[in-house]
């Protein structure tokens, strides 16, 4: 139990064991759809060193100029530096978080869609693995 009496978040050994294998194989990735409270999230399961070279990528071209692109660069530097100090996980060994790339939001009216997703882990009450009938997998 916490502090405020509730009780921690139940462990999905199966996407645990997901997030392993996939953390374990750099360039591997798996198309998955996540139910979350803000609604269904679909795209490709990466590890989350993948995810952070792409986030590097992203906010880089995000930035335009070449002396504020450096300056970001140097940040996404600061940042992977230091989770590999204190581990992205959780003190008990298991994921925290959540990350997919190639994101397709389901449950916005219209096409929504995004480069890079990473959610609590805890938020996930329920996934598939696959794309949804209407997105095309990666």
């Known amino acids: 139990?916490?502090?405020?009496?509730?009780?921690?978040p139940?462990?999905?050994a199966y996407l645990e064991i997901l997030l392993r294998l996939i953390d374990a194989q750099p360039e591997a990735s798996l198309t998955i759809c996540l139910t979350t409270p803000g609604g269904i999230v679909?795209?490709?399961?990466?590890g989350s060193r993948m995810w952070a070279d792409r986030w590097e990528t992203t906010v880089?071209?995000?930035?335009g100029a070449q002396d504020r692109a450096d300056h970001?660069?140097?940040?996404?530097h600061?940042?992977?530096?230091?989770?590999?100090?204190?581990?992205?996980?959780?003190?008990?060994?298991?994921?925290?978080?959540?990350?997919?790339?190639?994101?397709?939001?389901?449950?916005?009216?219209?096409?929504t869609t995004a480069p890079l997703w990473r959610g609590r882990l805890a938020?996930?009450?329920g996934w598939s693995l696959g794309a949804p009938a209407d997105r095309p997998a990666s």
């Not at 679909?42 to 990466?46: E, K, P, R, T």
């Not at 970001?72 to 996404?76: C, K, T, V, Y």
């Open 1 to 8: 139990m916490s502090e405020h009496g509730a009780a921690p």
């Open 10 to 12: 139940a462990v999905d």
């Open 42 to 46: 679909a795209g490709s399961l990466v």
């Open 60 to 63: 880089s071209a995000a930035t």
């Open 72 to 76: 970001m660069a140097h940040l996404a």
């Open 78 to 111: 600061t940042v992977r530096s230091a989770l590999k100090q204190t581990g992205p996980d959780t003190g008990d060994g298991l994921h925290s978080f959540i990350h997919l790339v190639d994101v397709t939001f389901l449950s916005v009216p219209g096409t």
């Open 123 to 125: 938020d996930v009450s």
